[in-house]
């Protein structure tokens, strides 16, 4: 028993052990721009500017209104398909960077996150995110103006079942949910 008043701090601690693959990282972009106010604007903007700028060129030009509105689909178009590729180069850049890595291990606890993978290391404290979200398959961690900052935890690298959970209390304390 521990009489002097010293008690000892247990932190609660979530081990995964995975490979970050390109699923992994599309999804990683995916909640970026689908649950961050910038991957929204991001989102939204391209394919605007683009149906906005053909049809003020087509009205400037004095085009049969069909024209317009027949250029102004095209660039609608046009401009989705750019940010579905965008997201997708994203995920690929992404993924360039972390393969060389490999195998990675992360232990969350609640001072920050420490990553060890096959040719680097490195730790962060909850001071770099300001926001999570869940998947089914990951845990994705956001910060920095913009949603510049991003992580991401696979599920299937739990060490243990229950460590799934055990990571989620611990965002919940530190972090806010998306």
Known sequence: MNT????IQRTEQAAFVYGLTLADLQGVVRVRARRTAAGR???LLTPLVITGLVVAFGLLRGLLPVVVVSSAVVGLGAGVLGV???RRGMARRLH???APYGQCRTVVDDRGAATTGE???YTADWKLFTHYA???DLFVLVGGPRA?????VPKRGAEEPADVDRLRAILDRNLRGL
């Open 84 to 86: 579905v590729r965008g």
């Open 134 to 136: 869940e998947t089914p």
């Open 148 to 152: 510049s900052c991003l992580a991401a």
């Open 96 to 98: 360039a960077v972390w």
């Open 119 to 121: 040719t680097m290391s």
């Open 4 to 7: 002097g008043g010293d008690q």
């Open 41 to 43: 604007a991001e989102t």
